[in-house]
């Protein structure tokens, strides 16, 4: 069984930065693809950024440029890397997982049978 585990997030001012990070384990392989989604509350979720297997990464259009999804695959790690935060980034993160998976190309949740339970980040104006 796939188990994700988010952890970095927080409270920050508008401007600042947080690195999330989402420890996954249970799964053998390479072959996964995972993503980062969020949900404010009184809103839908939705996808932030994405990364397959060979490196290849996706991005929500509004979060181009501010955020970076990254792995480590030695560490069995994924991160997101935040950016010129604004208070309309408050939301609960989740981090998700699809294994035996060569390549997704779009941030569906659906798509995605693994999830953590999530991480706060609030930021403030």
């Known amino acids: 069984q796939v188990q994700l585990v988010e952890s970095g997030g927080g409270s920050v001012q508008a401007g600042g930065s947080l690195r999330l990070s989402c420890a996954a384990s249970?799964?053998?392989?390479?072959?996964?693809?995972m993503g980062w989604f969020r949900q404010a509350p009184g809103k839908e979720r939705e996808g932030v950024a994405g990364?397959?297997?060979?490196?290849?990464?996706m991005y929500a259009d509004s979060m181009k440029g501010r955020f970076t999804i990254s792995k480590d695959n030695a560490k069995n790690t994924l991160y997101l890397q935040m950016n010129s935060l604004t208070p309309e980034d408050t939301a609960m993160y989740y981090c998700?997982?699809?294994?035996?998976?060569?390549?997704?190309?779009?941030?569906?949740?659906?798509?995605?049978?693994?999830w953590g339970q999530g991480t706060q980040v609030t930021v403030s104006s």
């Open positions: 998700a997982a699809r294994v035996r998976c060569s390549r997704l190309s779009r941030l569906v949740s659906d798509w995605y049978p693994y």
């Open positions: 249970g799964y053998a392989g390479s072959s996964i693809c």
């Open positions: 990364i397959n297997p060979d490196g290849s990464t």
